[in-house]
């Protein structure tokens, strides 16, 4: 026996049936979509607040964790040694772990040009990267002989339905 799909209910919208409905639901969502920026200022408002307040509570235990770390790590660092075998890099101290681990090398280039100039000079080939890539805006600059390209085609952008209710600003007000 199969299972009869359920149909989802249709969304129950009043649609204008002339120019001056449609005006007033486009006022009404005008208005709708400023109350909504007013709530979400209000909002915005008691979060800071709350934020602000348990950063302050945040403040004194933070500065008191940070101090216990750098206190940890003097230690640790004098008493390395003998606080580790020779196997490992990590040390149990009952209540947690302590370890020192290399960060990975990271490689920093300035003057890109330069340095490309330099390697080319120096035939270090291997270390530049040459990477071709489809030019999508020159395809659509010149659609129509982009189109003959086997694998390549241009569509329409489509349509959106834009509402822009009348709105005006206050003298002086942030925006």
């Not at 915005?44 to 945040?58: G, S």
């Not at 490992?88 to 920093?108: F, N």
């Amino acid at each position: 026996m199969t299972k009869a799909k359920a149909k989802t209910a249709a969304v129950a919208v009043k649609v204008p049936q002339s120019r001056e409905e449609a005006a007033q639901a486009l006022r009404i969502f005008g208005e709708n979509l400023r109350a909504i920026g007013r709530i979400e200022a209000d909002m915005n408002d008691e979060l800071a607040a709350v934020k602000e307040r348990f950063e302050a509570k945040a403040g004194p235990v933070r500065e008191a964790a940070e101090a216990a770390m750098q206190g940890l790590q003097v230690w640790c660092e004098a008493n390395r040694d003998s606080i580790l075998d020779k196997r490992t890099k990590t040390a149990d101290l009952g209540t947690g772990k302590v370890s020192w681990r290399l960060r990975p090398p990271t490689v920093t280039v300035r003057g890109a040009e330069a340095v490309l100039e330099a390697c080319a000079r120096m035939g270090f080939a291997r270390f530049v990267r040459t990477k071709s890539e489809i030019n999508k805006e020159a395809m659509l600059a010149e659609a129509a002989i982009a189109r003959t390209i086997p694998g390549v085609s241009i569509k329409s952008g489509g349509e959106d339905f834009v509402a822009e209710p009348f709105e005006a600003e206050l003298a002086g007000a942030a925006a």
